[in-house]
């Protein structure tokens, strides 16, 4: 079953990401608390999603401990494919968002985890930038639903 595994938020860009156990979600506006929360906020703002399947790989093909938050995205998920995603609407939890876009990595990010590599393995493994289409609270172990008609 596919689930939330990690949480994470921060208020202002370039600080450390910090885990939490629960987020509150505004519909097209974000995270509240998050540095991207906005009242006219851009859908590839909203709230950002990866794969912990993803940052294993990464950790174990180059020995690595690199914890799931510090790949700076919001929600980190087991047991779904999130690239099938764009263009579809699904729910977390009780929140339903659509993937608008595939997160790609960034300069930002390799340097951060000083990891020159980061750009070239998480090109198509870099998670999912979502639209939040509904208001509610995400928390780790909520379950997520691909298959809405």
Known sequence: MSEILKLGIVNKNNL???????????????????R???????????????ESEN????NIKYGLSIPYV???????????????????KFLVG???LEGIDLCRPCKHLAETLNQDNIIKEFLRRGGLRCQILSSSIIK?????????L
């Open 16 to 34: 450390p990401i910090n885990e939490v156990n629960e987020i509150q979600v505004i519909a097209n506006q974000g995270i509240v608390g998050d």
């Open 94 to 96: 009780n929140v339903e």
């Open 70 to 88: 510090n790949f700076r995205r919001n929600v980190i998920t087991k047991g779904v494919r999130l690239n099938e995603l764009v263009g579809k």
């Open 36 to 50: 991207h929360f906005s009242e006219f906020n851009d859908p590839y703002n909203q709230i950002s999603i990866i």
């Open 140 to 148: 780790i172990g909520d379950k997520i639903k691909t298959n809405l």
């Open 55 to 58: 940052i294993d790989y990464y």
